[in-house]
Structure formats: C-alpha cells, structure tokens
C-alpha cells in the first residue's frame, strides 16, 4: 500500500492544495509557502486530535479544515485490514475538524446507514451504548451482545460483509481503523513518522509506536519469521496461565460475590440471579523493547546529552539504516509500509555528508522497502532535475488575503506536450538524464532562469550584471549553462512546468560555415552542419512561440526568448575596451584557452565604456522575469 495522493483545505497557509505523492516527494519554494503545512497537515491527518484556529487558515472562525488521502496499491494484506474501504483500485479517507463540529474521520465505502449512526459516535462508552439501543430497537439485525466498543464495530462490519446487497455508497466513520480511542497507526498497515526541523531528535530515537526506532525495530527484528513465531508462543503461554489462575484461584470469591448480588436483586426483583463468569484474557504478542544510548570513548550517553550536530547524523544513519538491503527474509508484509517526512534534511549536514544522504533518501524511494519519502528542502542537493518528476514547486499567487499558496508540479507528459516535434514522448526519461546535468538544480529555487547555451555565456551574463552591483542574485535569478544549443528546451520545459519564468538566449551562428571553413572542414561538413543550424535555429524559434522563425536569423532581443545573429562574442566585438580588457586578463591569469570563463566574467564587469544596447535588453528581460509570474 502507498499513498498516492492528498488534498488539503484550510490548513495553516494552505487555502486548497492538491498534491501527488510518488516514491519520493521534494517539496522546494521560498519560506512561508506551505512546504512544512503539507509535511504537518499528513501529520494530524495520521494522528488526529483537535486543532487550534491558529491551524485554521487565515484564522477564520467557521472553516472546516480538512486533509484527504487516497492510498492505492494494495496487497491482500492490505485489504484484509481496510476490508470494505479498499474494495477497488483505491482508498480514501477524509479527516476533518472544526470548532463547531469537532473531529471526524471518514472513509468512502458501502455501508448500512443504521450503521453509520453508531460509528460515528465519539468515544468507546457512547458508541457501545448506541449499539446497544440499535440491537434493542432492530432485531432483526441478530447483532450480538459486544463488551467492547472494538467488538461492536467488528459486529457491524461482519453483518456488513455478509449482506452487501443492503449496503449504500457513502462516506463512513473510519475512527475504526484508528482503534476505538484513537491510533497513530492505519490498521496496522501504514506508518506516518514525521521529523521537524526544530524537533528533538532523541524522542525518534526512543522505542515508542510510530518512532523511527520502532520502524527499524519492526524490519529488522521483530518482523522476522522465528522473532515472531516465539514471541507468540510466549504471548499464548501467558494466555494460558492467566485465564487458569482467574479459574483456579477467582473462582470461589466469584460465586461468593455473585450470591451476595443475587441475594439483594432478589429482594427487588424475586426469581432474578446474576452470574459472573471469567472472560479469557486476551494478552497481545509482545514487541522487542530495546533502548539506545551512544558510547563515545567508552562513556554512555543519552541522546539528549549530544550536540544538535550528533543528533541529527544519528537521526539521518537511522534513516540511512532504513535504506539497508538487509531486510528480513520471509513474510514480506509483516511491517507496516511507512511515509518517512523530513523537514530540512540538509540541516547539520556538510555538503559531502548531504550529497549521500540524499542518495539515500531517493534510493528509500526507488527499491521495493515499502516505504515513501516525503521532504522539505532549501538546497540543492536535495534537488535533481533528472527526477524532475518528484518535485513539487510551492510559490505565492500574491495579492492579500491568506489564499496565498500554490504548487506547480511537472509531468512527463506536460514536458512532451511542450516539446512536441523535438523529443517523442518515450526518449523524455532518457533524455532528462542525459542532457539535464548537474548544476541546474539551483534553478528550481530561484524566481527566474536564464537559459544559455555555455559556460562561457553564462560568465558574461555575470560580468555584466555585476558591473551594477551583486549581479542577478539579489533578484533571484539564476543563470544556468544547458550545455550546448540542441540541450536548451529540455531545461526550458521542465522548468517551466515547474513554475519558473524561464529566458532563453542562443546563438544564431551565422558565420558557422565560415568558421568551418577556416578549420579546414570538407564542403559536405559544412554543409551539413549549417543545415542542422539552421533546423535548430527554426525549431528553438517555434517552440518558444516566435512568430516568424527563421534559419538564420538577425539579433532579436524579446520578453521570453533572444538571439544573436552570429555568436555572443561577436555581438561583444563592438566594444572595443572589453577585447582590451580581456586580453590583459587572460596574460595576468597565465590563461590562453580560447573561452576563459574567468576572463570573460571580468572582463564583462570591469571594462570601460558603454555596454552594447542587446546585452543592456537580455539584462533588463531577465530581470523582468520576477514580473512573470506574483513569487514571493
């Protein structure tokens, strides 16, 4: 079982929010945007309990705040536990809370409406006596006689699976699923442990349900076959000697205590006698119990006593535990599948130290551990771009008024829609791979990208930027080099699915042949190389929405998209201090390459006299990229 997707309402800065939920979840934006609301909103949705109107967006008295999940993929397991709620392909359970209404959880599904009035009572003393009036007003029903509020719901739910004709689709009380008092657990078959940025990593530590502890305990020890087989044995043994010394040694002070009652109803009512008689005791298996301190030098500690640092890398090799192949053998869905949600896994970690950690939170996701990850992140080595897939992008809508979030999602198919006629639709996964290198992940934090073609460009854009202060990053735009002009609309199209106002600049190369030529290329290369230019230049054009594109066409400069006629370096040529300027430098660095990225940064920065009018247009377009779309 997984959870595929959830929907949010009026919770914290989350108007209404809709999320799918893969493998693995990123959740990336600026801070105030939601990511964390989503992360806690899962939380009280596994968890329960009353909210308070500071939980309630734009703390409005009235609302009804409430959090949707919808699970899928089920094993019998799985159905065994949920029964009538996982009869199909999907499961959905709704959680909702308001100040009038309280609490309640609902589960979609066939039910008996007389049946429903009972679940839905609050509490294991009302529910047993709405059961009970049920019994004594429709007979009809032969519901036994229950001595818990379980039992009851058990009672309802076999009747149900023995007469589905007379059931009705509806949305019905699912506190069951939860135990009768409440549960953080889903039937026993879905774990939710969330770790908040602030959290005190020693309570996760601890052997406690739902605790990251426990979930590794659950995998490694107390899911193996022999584990579980002996420590039922142990559970049926103290059974067994239980319910013989209630017989044995309760059974004269039960008949004395049944007389004496008998004795004084018969005062009230003559012929009545009361009976008392043990009901077996029902101990559950026990657990492996295991407590964990760190010895540095030999010296034990408790957890608590460690530094923020130490605690949280306990915390991730935990995680990382998680991830191990060393599952146990045998019955495959002895352990609960889990959602693992983490606030800032970047937190105390060196950039070495994150670059692993995300490695294993991606790999928790793709191998078959049952389990999910689900993670807020501000770095960006938490983000790749060739999963682009698993990102979810929160970002302002601006105005007033707290319906302030949104969440931009890419798909492959909306990538390939964007690219139709430049990459099929099966070459996309392939594709992303290979041309989205490391490096444009920054991209999908920044309010705008600049998409150019090199290095090179990149370094100029720079230069120029800085020469009127700390360049774009103030702004936050990013420049990011694709790697070459047949890799610029992959990058475009995600990032613009993500949500990020994005500027192409490329080369139109018309003096390709001519260079060509001067290396000695044979006339056939020539020719072939300028027609493939010439393909590219008109479908770079086309997609990016130019009106009239063309093969080889002159410097154009507009809101989304520009173009120099031949190389960005030559469109440099009429600036006679830059060429001046970058010579020196390259001779003070001890540089010759014929693209210093270096030299071309100061010299675009330092050199005197006045910027060409083109560069002063791609600058002033990528700033206005912010003006795109209301981010925060």
């Known amino acids: 079982m997984r959870l595929a997707a959830i929907h949010i309402e009026n919770f914290r800065c989350l108007r209404s929010a809709h999320i799918e939920m893969g493998p693995a979840t990123v959740l990336v934006g600026a801070n105030g945007t939601g990511k964390s609301s989503v992360l806690h909103a899962l939380n009280w949705f596994f968890a329960g309990g009353a909210l308070e109107l500071d939980d309630v967006t734009g703390h409005e008295q009235g609302l009804t705040t409430s959090v949707t999940a919808v699970f899928r993929d089920f094993d019998q397991a799985d159905r065994d536990a949920l029964g009538k709620y996982a009869e199909g392909d999907a499961a959905t359970f709704e959680r909702r809370w308001s100040e009038d209404g309280g609490e309640r959880l609902t589960g979609r599904s066939r039910a008996l409406p007389a049946f429903e009035i009972v679940r839905a009572e609050a509490g294991a003393g009302p529910l047993r006596s709405a059961y009970k009036r049920l019994r004594e007003d429709q007979p009809e029903f032969g519901l036994p006689s229950v001595t818990s509020a379980q039992a009851a719901v058990d009672a309802m739910n076999e009747w149900e699976n023995g007469h589905p004709e007379a059931l009705e689709a509806s949305s019905t009380s699912a506190t069951h699923l939860f135990g009768a008092v409440g549960s953080a657990r889903l039937a026993g078959r879905f774990d939710y442990v969330l770790i908040p940025a602030v959290a005190q990593v020693d309570k996760e530590v601890r052997d406690g349900r739902g605790t990251l502890l426990r979930q590794l305990l659950d995998r490694f020890i107390s899911a193996r076959p022999e584990v579980r087989t002996q420590l039922a044995n142990v559970a049926a043994d103290a059974r067994e000697r239980a319910n013989e010394i209630i017989r044995t040694e309760g059974h004269a002070d039960l008949e004395s205590l049944a007389q004496g009652i008998t004795a004084d109803l018969q005062r009230l009512v003559p012929g009545a006698e009361v ?3 043990p009901i077996p005791v029902d ?3 026990p657990s492996a119990s295991i407590g964990l301190t760190i010895a540095d030098a030999g010296l034990e500690t408790q957890v608590d006593h460690q530094g923020h640092g130490v605690q949280r890398s306990l915390f991730m090799a935990m995680v990382q535990q998680l991830a191990s192949p060393r599952a146990p053998e045998g019955d495959e869905v002895s352990a609960p599948r889990l959602l693992l949600a983490i606030e800032e896994p970047e937190l105390f ?6 670059r692993h950690l995300a490695k294993t939170l991606s790999r928790l996701g793709e191998d078959d551990t049952g389990i ?23 970002h302002r809508d601006g105005g007033q008024g707290p319906a302030i979030s949104s969440i931009t999602q890419a798909t492959v198919v909306r990538v390939a829609e964007r690219l139709e006629g430049v990459v099929e ?9 290979i041309a989205l290198a490391r490096g444009l992940e920054q991209a999908v934090f920044a309010r705008g990208a600049v998409i150019v073609e090199g290095r090179t460009d990149a370094a100029i854009l720079e230069g120029l930027a800085e020469r009127e202060g700390e360049g774009l990053d103030p702004s936050g735009i990013a ?12 990058p475009w199209a995600v990032l613009e699915e993500l949500g990020v106002p994005t500027f192409v600049l490329f080369d139109g190369d018309s003096g390709l042949s001519e260079r060509l030529r001067a290396k000695g290329q044979s006339p056939d290369m020539v020719e072939r190389r300028v027609a493939e230019t010439c393909r590219l230049n008109e479908q770079i054009l086309t997609v990016l929405g130019d009106d009239h594109p063309e093969p080889m066409p002159t410097t154009r400069v507009g809101a989304a998209f520009a173009c120099f006629q031949d190389e960005l370096e030559a469109e440099l040529a009429s600036w006679d201090d830059f060429s001046v300027h970058h010579a020196r430098i390259l001779e003070e660095i001890g540089d010759y390459r014929d693209k210093s990225e270096d030299a071309y940064r100061m010299a675009a920065r330092d050199a005197a006299g006045p910027v060409p009018v083109a560069f002063e247009r791609v600058l002033a377009a990528a700033r206005g990229l912010t003006a795109r779309r209301a981010m925060p």
Do not use: N
């Open 275 to 277: 009976r008392l008689q």
């Open 283 to 285: 101990l559950p298996v």
């Open 349 to 354: 970690q060196h950039p070495l130290q994150a």
């Open 372 to 394: 999910q990850v689900a993670y807020a992140t501000h770095s960006e080595h938490f983000v790749s771009l060739a999963d682009f897939t698993a990102i979810r992008r929160f």
């Open 425 to 433: 639709h099966d070459e996309i996964a392939t594709r992303v791979r």
């Open 479 to 490: 420049i990011v080099p694709a790697g070459g002009k047949t890799r610029l609309l992959l």
